[in-house]
Each structure stands twice: as C-alpha cells, then as structure tokens.
C-alpha cells in the first residue's frame, strides 16, 4: 500500500519561507508523477505544483515566481519550497501521485501570519 507522509509545515509571518517533504512508501518512487495539493479552510482541495519523472515542473499561476518542486528519487521524498508566503497560502497542504492518484496522506499545516 502506497503511503504519503508529509512534513514541514508550521505558521510563518508573511514573506517567509518553508520548505515541506513528503516521504512515499510502499511502491516504486520513480515511476511517479508526483503533485503537492492544498486544501484552505472551507475551500476545495486545489492542485498546487507537479513534477514529471523526468524532473519536467509545472505549477500553479497562484504560486510561480514563489514556489519550486523537487525530487529525489533515492530517497523517495518530494519537496515543495514556498518563499514570499502570503496569508493567502494558509492550507492544509499534501502530497499524492497523479498517475494514478491514491489515499491522502494526512498533510501538513501551513500558517501564513499578515
């Protein structure tokens, strides 16, 4: 069974930074298509950044400029750096394949203080 184990988040002030992880188990790491989502409060689930086996990124126009993904297929982990964080990226943030897509892990709180 394929596990997402996400980390990193906590309540920065505004234009700081956090860098989160998510650990993958159970399944082979590098055939993954891997995204990061976030869920804000009383907001739908939205897709936040991907990253192709092959390293190819795409992300959301909320986020260019300011975040990046990452991979490393040794360790089986995916990173996403957020700088500039604005209050409006306050969300529950998690990890999942997209090819295909699996059981959420429990993400990881980011806090976003003005």
């Known amino acids: 069974q394929v596990q997402f184990v996400e980390t990193g988040g906590g309540l920065v002030h505004a234009g700081g930074s956090l860098r989160l992880s998510c650990v993958v188990s159970g399944s082979v790491f590098s055939t993954y298509i891997m995204g990061w989502y976030r869920q804000a409060p009383g907001k739908q689930r939205e897709w936040v950044a991907s990253i192709s086996t092959g390293g190819d990124i795409r992300l959301a126009d909320s986020v260019k400029g300011r975040f990046t993904i990452s991979r490393d297929d040794a360790k089986s982990t995916q990173y996403l750096e957020m700088n500039s964080l604005k209050p409006e990226d306050t969300a529950v943030y998690y990890c999942?394949?997209?090819?295909?897509?699996?059981?959420w892990g429990r993400g990881t709180h980011v806090t976003v203080s003005s």
């Open positions: 999942n394949s997209m090819n295909p897509p699996r059981s």
